[in-house]
């Protein structure tokens, strides 16, 4: 089985690796059986709003990793094996490109600054003062052996956030800005993390020097540029294809069955070519809402059913999201009941004291490194939009959301620790031991005790539903507060008219505004050169919207 | 590796056989990029009407394998090796609840007896003659080494046609009772051949007699019973969770995620216990979307966005077609590759001459099979319906049609066939390796010549559209032809109105004929207590169409 022939990388081990017959039967029954009672208890405790699906996947995968220690004599507490490949070849996907295609457009170009700022700054920042803080308070702590390149990594591990949690807190209606920035920086906290985790697994240097830094930036850059590059052009090359082809046909299935492909090959590309999968399908996201979908409602639009197919399509959100949904709760699951896994907790040799030790550093770590880059962060960006008035400042309240909601640990975090620290989800090593249950007690507690703590602290800091709206308006728009172009990111059931008619409002607003010159250009751009070729909805500049 | 502890159903197979390091990257993103082309041609071709899909998929399948033989000096032209539990675990499932999710149930009930006796008794008597041939003329060949049970798992593998070509053709509009039971048996026909095959499985007798066919017979009942009380029980499960747990509740993205996993959960749970998981989630989503999809709805509705959302999800549906389309591209990409791997041909000694004797005598046993019960079955079914008038009479021309849509053979064949005569996608015994060939080359020679054939044919045999559609009306029914209740199966687009409506002109019909007068029992007791327990659409009887 071993001694394959010398075609055993196309001899493929995906198929192979099904082979054991119906093993594979009882795990996966057992695991959707699991998923299905997480879904259910989840709903049932939503009236607890301090409990969210993270917090319940977490604790039932603890309850049967529990019943499984037990019936298997202390042997495992888990169904599955964790492989990082599994999360990230068919988990991590669909998580991301979903992001990119339910993200409000508009409102991310228009928070494309603070975004970037909090979400690629903000990483570095973070990494820089964990890295350095794990590498001199480590060994303090009786705690030696790792690398500096595994500081690095470990920094990077723990820079990751999970935003899920503030963001079933946050009002979309209330606190538009707040609900973009968070969510906003979630999706580019979570590439620049891959990224820059990348970036730091070249690095074989055993000192840490100025020199070794800038190749670090430089890779990260390189990386960064590329990946982006290839999922956009994948978007492009989609929209083409759909533009080009298309017109006229009316197979919506196979239209949207090519996006979802090209989306998963660009993603396979970019981990082929060692550049970052997750940055690459997330702008193939974007692209592909952007032009592609409206090609294939286009194409459709010939057969007379305009609205009505206009609708299904931007309504197959839903299918995305439930996809990205349900991997969500998978890994959550998971983590919990990895919890319980005896032989990784026998084999870090170390006192519980010194464990202790650890797992307090870093998780002070984690709230100094967002400490240093968001409030001086804020202020920079206040600074830049000191002419936009008072509705795209961060109020210091704002400041603090921000900070806490980036403080929960998920599930890159945990597919990044077990990428460095295992081979293939086993440990050998007692150093590798203490650092994967190092991430999975912060990410338990992180997600488990900040998450319960979220909804009063938020509830604590944004009081009252009215006040809010009132502060909305105050800035005398003439739309409803919900017209606004500091509008939240996500919106699964934004619809191309409306885009269009919130679009005409906040045109002249936009020309006013310093900030925003750089994406009115881009807009002229897209309007001019960009649409005729690749296809997308009417602009509002050169057609009424009746026309569309 | 080999040598695991006791719990090693536990630890699972799944993810420790994605430990192999990247090295799935590369096959999983050619395959992808292969289907994304098969896509594009596909869409390209779509001029000429004798060009399918899969005789598409087929054909680069068989190029890119000519390329990889070569490339790898004769030694392989596959990317991934087949394993008929990728097939069953992972392809077949959504396919399949697309099937049963996608049935107009309204009228798949309506034409409920001509569809199983099709479906059911049509796959009994072809695989008794199927089987019956070839264990009388393989011998006369110099074909031998196969054992009775075999020879009967030949007939069941050879009895599941593939309907998907000829459904292309056929027009729901012009021809709606044909549609409708060359779709229905389609479904049937998949479900019956795959616990026929099991049963078959079960029998260990070295000869034929009527106690074995009784036995056979009678596992088969209880497999089709069982396995559609299970896939009944999830549907009904799933709508009465969704009913009485989410009233009012508004995450749309977690409901669907909960039936997606039940349905899922009682296919494997089909599996788990020997049944046919085909039929459980066939049953599964035709209660789904009877029951739970209303009450997605109806939850939905409490938040006054009924119209929207109601179409939201009615219109997911596409996010299931796409999911099916996807799986059949791949299966049929696979078969041409698969049709070059050299190993198998190499394997089977038998001279040029009794492999074409093979291939021709099975060909003719699959035409005679159908010849066998196709007419003598439309004789009976147009007994029965003889006081229904034209339109349910299934004329000599449409007898033609029937039996010609079900020559193709295809994904479902490849995929008993490798259940049966491979271990794990390796053969290396000769005579099994003749028959994995000999399963090959039918596909392929009836996907290929056969599908080629079907609209010539068809244009033939129903050649003008308007002389269609005026035979249609002659019934004299108040409504267009469309609104007719022998109306295609398959509908994207219905809509829960659309169905309202037409359920209303048809009662006052339905109740004059009697074959239908079990229907509308059904209809009373579904309106008197099952839709006050597991929710649905407001019944015609009741309410007024307003009120819903």
Same mark, same amino acid.
């Given at each position: 089985?071993?001694?394959?022939?010398?075609?055993?990388?196309?001899?493929?081990?995906?198929?192979?690796?099904?082979?054991?017959?119906?093993?594979?039967?009882?795990?996966?029954?057992?695991?959707?059986?699991?998923?299905?009672?997480?879904?259910?208890?989840?709903?049932?405790?939503?009236?607890?709003?301090?409990?969210?699906?993270?917090?319940?996947?977490?604790?039932?995968?603890?309850?049967?990793?529990?019943?499984?220690?037990?019936?298997?004599?202390?042997?495992?507490?888990?169904?599955?094996?964790?492989?990082?490949?599994?999360?990230?070849?068919?988990?991590?996907?669909?998580?991301?490109?979903?992001?990119?295609?339910?993200?409000?457009?508009?409102?991310?170009?228009?928070?494309?600054?603070?975004?970037?700022?909090?979400?690629?700054?903000?990483?570095?920042?973070?990494?820089?003062?964990?890295?350095?803080?794990?590498?001199?308070?480590?060994?303090?702590?009786?705690?030696?052996?790792?690398?500096?390149?595994?500081?690095?990594?470990?920094?990077?591990?723990?820079?990751?956030?999970?935003?899920?949690?503030?963001?079933?807190?946050?009002?979309?209606?209330?606190?538009?800005?707040?609900?973009?920035?968070?969510?906003?920086?979630?999706?580019?906290?979570?590439? #620049?993390?891959?990224?820059?985790?990348?970036?730091?697994?070249?690095?074989?240097?055993?000192?840490?020097?100025?020199?070794?830094?800038?190749?670090?930036?430089?890779?990260?850059?390189?990386?960064?540029?590329?990946?982006?590059?290839?999922?956009?052009?994948?978007?492009?090359?989609?929209?083409?294809?759909?533009?080009?082809?298309?017109?006229?046909?009316?197979?919506?299935?196979?239209?949207?069955?090519?996006?979802?492909?090209?989306?998963?090959?660009?993603?396979?590309?970019?981990?082929?070519?060692?550049?970052?999968?997750?940055?690459?399908?997330?702008?193939?996201?974007?692209?592909?809402?952007?032009?592609?979908?409206?090609?294939?409602?286009?194409?459709?639009?010939?057969?007379?059913?305009?609205?009505?197919?206009?609708?299904?399509?931007?309504?197959?959100?839903?299918?995305?999201? #439930?996809?990205?949904?349900?991997?969500?709760?998978?890994?959550?699951?998971?983590?919990?009941?990895?919890?319980?896994?005896?032989?990784?907790?026998?084999?870090?040799?170390?006192?519980?004291?010194?464990?202790?030790?650890?797992?307090?550093?870093?998780?002070?770590?984690?709230?100094?490194?967002?400490?240093?880059?968001?409030?001086?962060?804020?202020?920079?960006?206040?600074?830049?939009?000191?002419?936009?008035?008072?509705?795209?400042?961060?109020?210091?309240?704002?400041?603090?959301?921000?900070?806490?909601?980036?403080?929960?640990?998920?599930?890159?975090?945990?597919?990044?620790?077990?990428?460095?620290?295992?081979?293939?989800?086993?440990?050998?090593?007692?150093?590798?031991?203490?650092?994967?249950? #190092?991430?999975?007690?912060?990410?338990?507690?992180?997600?488990?005790?900040?998450?319960?703590?979220?909804?009063?602290?938020?509830?604590?800091?944004?009081?009252? #539903?009215?006040?809010?709206?009132?502060?909305?308006?105050?800035?005398?728009?003439?739309?409803?507060?919900?017209?606004?172009?500091?509008?939240?990111?996500?919106?699964?059931?934004?619809?191309?008219?409306?885009?269009?008619?919130?679009?005409?409002?906040?045109?002249?607003?936009?020309?006013?505004?310093?900030?925003?010159?750089?994406?009115?250009?881009?807009?002229?751009?897209?309007?001019?050169?960009?649409?005729?070729?690749?296809?997308?909805?009417?602009?509002?500049?050169?057609?009424?919207?009746?026309?569309?």
């Amino acid at each position: 089985m071993e001694a394959m022939n010398e075609n055993s990388t196309l001899y493929s081990a995906v198929t192979m690796n099904l082979d054991s017959t119906h093993s594979q039967v009882v795990p996966i029954t057992l695991f959707v059986a699991l998923l299905c009672v997480c879904l259910v208890i989840g709903h049932l405790l939503e009236e607890y709003p301090w409990l969210n699906e993270s917090i319940t996947a977490i604790l039932i995968g603890f309850v049967v990793g529990t019943i499984i220690l037990c019936t298997s004599k202390w042997k495992s507490s888990r169904l599955l094996r964790f492989s990082e490949e599994l999360f990230f070849i068919y988990l991590l996907p669909p998580i991301i490109f979903n992001a990119g295609f339910q993200v409000k457009k508009k409102q991310f170009f228009h928070n494309f600054f603070p975004i970037m700022l909090f979400g690629v700054t903000g990483v570095l920042i973070s990494t820089s003062i964990v890295a350095a803080g794990c590498w001199w308070l480590f060994p303090k702590l009786g705690f030696n052996g790792l690398t500096i390149s595994e500081y690095l990594s470990i920094g990077t591990i723990f820079s990751s956030t999970d935003t899920v949690c503030t963001l079933q807190v946050l009002s979309q209606d209330e606190t538009p800005l707040l609900y973009s920035l968070v969510f906003g920086e979630g999706v580019v906290n979570d590439a #620049t993390s891959v990224v820059l985790f990348n970036a730091v697994q070249k690095i074989n240097a055993d000192t840490l020097n100025s020199h070794t830094a800038l190749r670090i930036f430089l890779d990260f850059l390189y990386l960064f540029t590329t990946s982006t590059l290839l999922g956009v052009s994948a978007g492009l090359v989609t929209a083409y294809i759909l533009r080009g082809l298309y017109v006229g046909r009316h197979s919506s299935v196979r239209e949207i069955a090519l996006m979802v492909l090209v989306a998963y090959l660009s993603y396979m590309l970019a981990e082929l070519f060692e550049l970052s999968g997750i940055l690459t399908v997330f702008f193939a996201g974007v692209l592909m809402s952007h032009y592609s979908w409206h090609n294939v409602t286009e194409s459709s639009r010939i057969t007379t059913r305009h609205s009505l197919i206009n609708q299904i399509i931007s309504k197959l959100r839903y299918a995305f999201a #439930t996809l990205s949904f349900i991997a969500e709760t998978f890994i959550f699951l998971y983590v919990g009941m990895d919890a319980l896994d005896y032989e990784k907790w026998k084999m870090s040799m170390l006192s519980i004291w010194t464990k202790m030790g650890i797992y307090s550093t870093v998780m002070m770590l984690i709230l100094v490194g967002r400490v240093a880059f968001v409030f001086p962060l804020s202020i920079i960006s206040n600074y830049m939009h000191r002419s936009g008035g008072d509705s795209t400042k961060i109020s210091r309240k704002h400041q603090m959301v921000i900070w806490w909601a980036g403080l929960m640990r998920g599930a890159v975090s945990v597919a990044l620790a077990f990428k460095q620290f295992t081979h293939s989800g086993v440990t050998l090593d007692p150093t590798n031991a203490t650092m994967i249950t #190092t991430t999975i007690v912060i990410v338990l507690f992180s997600t488990i005790v900040f998450g319960f703590l979220t909804k009063p602290l938020v509830d604590h800091l944004l009081p009252s #539903t009215s006040s809010n709206s009132n502060t909305t308006n105050t800035r005398g728009d003439p739309g409803s507060p919900k017209e606004d172009m500091t509008l939240p990111l996500l919106s699964v059931e934004e619809s191309a008219s409306e885009n269009l008619s919130r679009a005409k409002d906040n045109l002249s607003m936009l020309m006013d505004r310093p900030v925003y010159t750089i994406h009115s250009y881009w807009r002229r751009f897209d309007t001019a050169y960009m649409r005729p070729i690749f296809g997308g909805p009417c602009s509002d500049e050169n057609h009424s919207s009746s026309s569309c």
